[in-house]
């Protein structure tokens, strides 16, 4: 048996591995707190069967949307393995880092060593399905999660779809009112030389300190409310922090609005020189405070959260731009040369660090105003109730987990998949029975030694 277990008096808590092998051991939890509910969006609709393909709007036949929707399964597969591997890999990257830290100290990110691992004190553990635009998603249920944003990729993605949606409302709204969506992005210059810590505290400073300015009051008058979004990459000249806001102005045209944020730019820059950062060269005017329209503001927050932005596709990293913390992420654990990994993994710890308690998105209550005006004024949505596949028990308070729990967590990803390849109940629950039996593990799955797998058609 591959679990080790040592009990406290403090709740138990079975956490990953320090080396990633599939493992776990035991250690004192501070509070478990609830899985977060994801989104569930509506079922896929019926499809008629005919001999000739019928053609679609586009051009399409059913035959290529089926194809589609194929591709879009197998692509939700790979991501969540691939995301699952990355999570495994920042836990890796947490132990060895307390392994070096003097006695005592208190290091961030603790809580994606437990994510997904722990059955929840004295609440049922369940493996329940809902209906996605991909066919089915499973999913466990009495399982905490870490929900650390700057450290765990799979409480990030679940997250950011969160946040999108609000940001998403917000545009909407502000629509149906006439503003005009600005997106005004806030950085400083920097080398490598420079520590995470001390980039982002300028970048920061500067921010707060704009918002007490005569400009700022002047610009907030013309606003229905605000997103701020904080964001990281690392480049040729090291780390960038940056803020990303989206401000609902008051204007007669889009240029009216791209010329009131810009005049906040002057306060900024005098912000930037008053923390210690370059706010007088020409480079910095030009690449530390930037304002684009509606269409630039819309196709940032379309792409916030999807699996290509936050679990690794390389597309940011041509000439001049910079890695997300989560392709530094899956480089340190995929890159060919192990010295490069270990270099990866360095940079990662760097912004885990630095970003240790900073929120991700900051929404301003104008902005939360007009989102809730929004959604009341919309039909509601009846929501799609989960399907229970079965359960794994449930874990007494300061208690052992489950035996069935225990059989289940080398192969998770397998029975999550198990429960969404079948349409019934009943064969869906033999299929998860069978695959906590004899299915591959997750790091089977992982390394391809294992996929044998088939999709729902």
Request: proline share 4%; with cysteine.
């Amino acid at each position: 048996m591959l679990w080790q277990t040592r009990l406290t008096p403090q709740n138990a808590v079975l956490h990953a591995p320090p080396d990633g092998s599939g493992g776990g051991a035991w250690l004192p939890n501070r509070a478990a707190s609830e899985t977060e509910k994801q989104g569930v969006t509506a079922p896929l609709g019926k499809r008629g069967n005919s001999l000739t393909p019928p053609t679609t709007k586009g051009g399409q036949t059913a035959d290529t949307k089926k194809d589609k929707v194929q591709q879009n399964k197998e692509r939700k597969l790979r991501g969540r393995r691939d995301m699952v591997a990355d999570q495994m890999r920042a836990a890796s990257i947490y132990w060895h880092y307390e392994k070096e830290a003097p006695k005592g100290a208190k290091l961030p990110g603790r809580g994606v060593t437990f994510c997904g691992w722990t059955q929840i004190a004295e609440h049922p553990t369940e493996l329940l399905r809902v209906q996605d635009e991909t066919g089915f998603r499973a999913y466990f249920s009495g399982v905490q999660t870490c929900g650390l944003r700057h450290v765990c990729p799979c409480c990030t993605a679940s997250a950011a779809q969160i946040d999108r949606q609000r940001v998403n409302d917000g545009l909407a709204a502000g629509r149906e009112r006439g503003l005009w969506p600005v997106m005004i992005t806030l950085t400083t210059r920097h080398d490598r030389a420079e520590r995470a810590e001390d980039v982002l505290a300028g970048v920061r400073r500067a921010e707060q300190k704009m918002k007490t300015v005569k400009a700022w009051r002047r610009f907030s008058d013309r606003i229905a409310g605000y997103a701020r979004a904080f964001e990281w990459t690392h480049g040729k000249n090291g780390h960038h922090p940056h803020f990303h806001m989206i401000a609902l102005v008051q204007a007669e045209s889009e240029e009216e609005a791209i010329e009131a944020a810009n005049e906040l730019q002057p306060a900024y820059m005098r912000q930037l020189d008053a923390a210690g950062r370059d706010g007088h060269s020409e480079a910095a005017w030009r690449h530390s405070f930037q304002v684009q329209g509606a269409a630039v503001a819309g196709a940032y927050v379309a792409k916030w959260g999807s699996a290509e932005e936050l679990t690794g596709a390389l597309a940011k990293s041509g000439a001049g731009e910079g890695l997300t913390p989560w392709q530094l992420l899956r480089l340190a654990r995929t890159a060919p040369d192990e010295a490069d990994r270990q270099r990866y993994a360095s940079i990662w710890w760097q912004i885990v660090c630095a970003t240790k308690g900073k929120a991700q998105l900051y929404i301003s209550e104008g902005w939360k105003e007009l989102v809730e005006a929004y959604r009341r004024d919309e039909e509601a949505q009846s929501q799609v109730e989960p399907e229970r596949i079965m359960g794994f028990g449930m874990r007494e308070k300061r208690g052992s987990p489950t035996m069935l729990w225990l059989d289940a967590l080398p192969r998770r990803l397998a029975i999550r998949e198990a429960a969404e390849r079948h349409k019934g109940l009943e064969d869906a629950a033999m299929a998860v029975i069978e695959a906590i039996r004899a299915g591959p593990t997750d790091h089977e799955l992982i390394d391809g030694s294992g996929d044998d797998t088939e999709l729902i058609e």
